[in-house]
C-alpha cells in the first residue's frame, strides 16, 4: 500500500531526500554492525504491568526474538499490506512486534492503552484490521479478550500471554523463509496507521511510509545530535510522532540503547537515566517544571550527571524552566513541535543558542531565506497565513495558520476525502491548525500562539471537544453540552463539562463519568470538572462561543 504519488517519490529520491531504507533494513543493518550490543531493556516495573521476564537483550538476541514473532504473525495468515492493531504498553514485545510486521510488510495501527470499545470499534470499523495484537493480562486483569471482542471473527486476536509466550495455535509451516525472501518491501510502502483527534470529531487514521518517518527521524537526529551507541529513555507510549519518529528509528540508525518506560512515574524514571546512564529523553513541559521545582531533592538522590538533552513540546515551554535546567543540570532542552501528519520544526540549541529564546522561538524552516543547522529544513516548506483572507503573511506579529509541505508530510488522512479537503491548501500544503507569528530581529523566527482548532491536549494527548460534546450529549437528563479546556500545572490542559440540564433534573461529575465508563470511552476523556449553566453562549451563526465557556470556569 502506497499513498504517495510517482511524481513526489521520484523528486523526493532525485533530490537525495528519501531512499530504499526501511525499518527493517535499518535493523539488519543494526543486528551486523552491533550484534553484541545491549540494544533495549524493559522498565524495571514491567511486573507491574505484565508478566514476563525482565528482558534486556542484545541486538543479535533481539533479531532471534523479533524473528520468532514474525514466524507466529505468518503461521497465522498475515500477509504483506494487511492491517494489524496494536494495543501495548512500553515492554520489550511492543518493539518486536513492530519489528516483526516490517519484517512481513505489514501495517501497524497503534493505540493507546487507555482505549476502549467506543475507540476500538471506530478504528476497526476503518481499517478492517486481519489481527488484533496485545497482551492477555494488563495491571493483573484481563485485557486482550476483553478489548480484542469487540472486533470481529474475521480480525484475529494474538496474544502474549503468560510469562510473556505469544499464544497461538502452530500449525507449523516450511514456507516461512521462501515468503520472506519473495516480498518487496519498498521504503514508500505505508508501515503504520496512527491516529490523531481533530475538530471534525472522531480520531483520523494517519498513513506514513518508512520515508515519512525517516524523514522526521532526521529533523529530531540533526537536533538530538547523538553518538553511536548512545543510551535513549522513551516515556511515551509506541502509538505516535514522539516515539517512533522520535526514537524507534533514531535507536536503530545509532546503534543506541532503547530504554522503555510506561506509565509515567518519576521516581522511576529517574532512577532510569541514573542507573542505565541515560543521555537523552523527552518529558511534556508540566513535568519538566515540576521536576526544577524539586532539583534539591533530585541531586540529593539521583545522579544525573550523563544526561544531556531532553526533548519537549506539546504545550508551551516556560523559559525559565528552559534556563533552569541548563543551568542547574547542564542539560539542553529543545522545543520540538511534530505531529502525526508530519510537522517538524525543532529548536536546538544548534540553531537557537539562547535557551530563553528557544522556549517560544522556532526556526522558520522551509523558508529560502535563511539557514539553519538542520538539514530538515531544506527538505520542508512553511508559510504562514490569514484565516480570515488565506493569504500569505510576511509582516512580524501578525498571527496565522502554519503551513507545511515536504518529505515529512503525510499524503492525507486514511479513507477520509473530507476531511482532506480540509486538511490541505489548494497549494498542497498541511494546515496545522496552530497559530504562530513571524519574530526575531531578523524575523528568523516562528512564535507559537495558540491554536485555531479546538484540542484539548491533556498530557500530550489530544482530546476532540466534538467528540465528548456528542457522548455527553447523549445523557437523557442532558439538553446540550458542550467541553472546554482549563489549565493544569501538571496535565497542562483538564476536561471541563459545560452541561444544559433538561427541566427538574439533577447530575453530578459522577454520574457524566459513569456514563461515559458504560459507553467504554477512554477514562483519559473524562472531564475533571462540571459546570452547570441556564445557556451556552452563542454567536451570530448560532455556534457555541467555547472561549467564553472558558472564562466561566473557576479555577
Known amino acids: 500500500m502506497q499513498t504517495t504519488a510517482p511524481d513526489i517519490i521520484s523528486k523526493y529520491v532525485k533530490a537525495g531526500w528519501w531512499g530504499e531504507v526501511t525499518l527493517n533494513s ?45 514466524y507466529c504473525l505468518y503461521v497465522n495468515g498475515l500477509r504483506q499490506n ?26 501497524i495501527s497503534p493505540v493507546a492503552m487507555e482505549y476502549g470499545h467506543h475507540e476500538l470499534k471506530f478504528i476497526g470499523d476503518t481499517i478492517k484490521p486481519k489481527a ?23 480480525c484475529k486476536k494474538l496474544l502474549f500471554g503468560t510469562g510473556g509466550a505469544f499464544e497461538f495455535k502452530d500449525k507449523g509451516s516450511n514456507d516461512y523463509s521462501k515468503y520472506k525472501k519473495s516480498i518487496n518491501i519498498n ?9 490523531t483527534s481533530g475538530t471534525t470529531g472522531r480520531s483520523k487514521g494517519v498513513p506514513r511510509s518508512h520515508n515519512h518517518w525517516l524523514s522526521s527521524t532526521l529533523a529530531s537526529e540533526d537536533a538530538i545530535k547523538l553518538k553511536t551507541g548512545a543510551v535513549m529513555l522513551n516515556p511515551f507510549p509506541f502509538i505516535n510522532m514522539a516515539a517512533i519518529g522520535g526514537f524507534l528509528f533514531y535507536w536503530l540508525k545509532i546503534r543506541g540503547r532503547l530504554i522503555l518506560h510506561h506509565p509515567f512515574d518519576p521516581k522511576v524514571y529517574l532512577s532510569q537515566i541514573q542507573n542505565e546512564k541515560v543521555e537523552y529523553t523527552i518529558a511534556p513541559p508540566a513535568v519538566l517544571t515540576r521536576l526544577l521545582q524539586t532539583k534539591e531533592q533530585i541531586k540529593a538522590n539521583f545522579d544525573l550527571s550523563s544526561l544531556r538533552v531532553i526533548g519537549s513540546g506539546s504545550a508551551p515551554l516556560s523559559k525559565e524552566m528552559v534556563q533552569g535546567f541548563e543551568d542547574e543540570f547542564d542539560v539542553n532542552i529543545i522545543n ?72 515529512t508530510v503525510f499524503d492525507g488522512y486514511y479513507n477520509s476525502p473530507k476531511d482532506n479537503k480540509k486538511a490541505f491548501s489548494l497549494d498542497g500544503y498541511f494546515r496545522s491548525g496552530d497559530l504562530f507569528e513571524i519574530s526575531g530581529e531578523n524575523n528568523q523566527f516562528y512564535k507559537f500562539v495558540g491554536r485555531c482548532k479546538s484540542l484539548i491536549v491533556r498530557g500530550g494527548v489530544n482530546i476532540s471537544p466534538e467528540e ?9 437528563k442532558i439538553s446540550e453540552a458542550v467541553v472546554v479546556a482549563y489549565p493544569d500545572n501538571i496535565m497542562g490542559e483538564k476536561v471541563c463539562a459545560v452541561i444544559v440540564l433538561n427541566e427538574g433534573q439533577i447530575l453530578t461529575l459522577l454520574d457524566i463519568c459513569s456514563y461515559l465508563e458504560e459507553l467504554k470511552v477512554a477514562k483519559f476523556k473524562w472531564p475533571e470538572k462540571l459546570l452547570i449553566i441556564k445557556s451556552l453562549p452563542r454567536n451570530a451563526m448560532n455556534k457555541v462561543v467555547r472561549s467564553e465557556l472558558a472564562k466561566l470556569i473557576k479555577l
Not at 529564546?357 to 531565506?369: I, T, Y
Not at 465528548?468 to 437523557?476: G, T
Open 82 to 107: 494487511d492491517k494489524i492493531i496494536l494495543q501495548m504498553p512500553n515492554v520489550v514485545e511492543i518493539v518486536l512486534v513492530y519489528l516483526a510486521a516490517s519484517r512481513l510488510g505489514l501495517i
Open 132 to 154: 488484533y495484537i496485545s497482551f492477555k493480562e494488563f495491571k493483573n486483569t484481563e485485557f486482550g479478550s476483553t478489548q480484542g471482542a469487540i472486533f470481529d471473527k474475521n
Open 336 to 407: 520540538i513541535f511534530g505531529s502525526n501528519e508530519g510537522m517538524a520544526i525543532l529548536s536546538s540549541s544548534s540553531d537557537v543558542l539562547e535557551p530563553e529564546l528557544r522556549a517560544s522561538f522556532f526556526p522558520r524552516f522551509g523558508r529560502d531565506e535563511f539557514e539553519w543547522d538542520n538539514r530538515i529544513s531544506k527538505q520542508i516548506k512553511t508559510k504562514l497565513i490569514d484565516l480570515e483572507t488565506g493569504s500569505e503573511i510576511v509582516k512580524p506579529n501578525v498571527p496565522g495558520e502554519l503551513l507545511i509541505s515536504g518529505v
Open 187 to 195: 521504503a514508500n510502502d505505508i508501515m503504520t496507521i496512527c491516529w
Open 26 to 70: 535499518l535493523f539488519a543493518s543494526a543486528v551486523k554492525e552491533s550484534p553484541n550490543s545491549l540494544a533495549i531493556c524493559d522498565p524495571f516495573n514491567r511486573d507491574n504491568m505484565v508478566s514476563g521476564d525482565l528482558l534486556r537483550l542484545s541486538f543479535s538476541e533481539l533479531e532471534a526474538h523479533v524473528d520468532h514473532i514474525a
Open 468 to 476: 465528548l460534546d456528542e457522548l455527553i450529549s447523549s445523557h437523557k
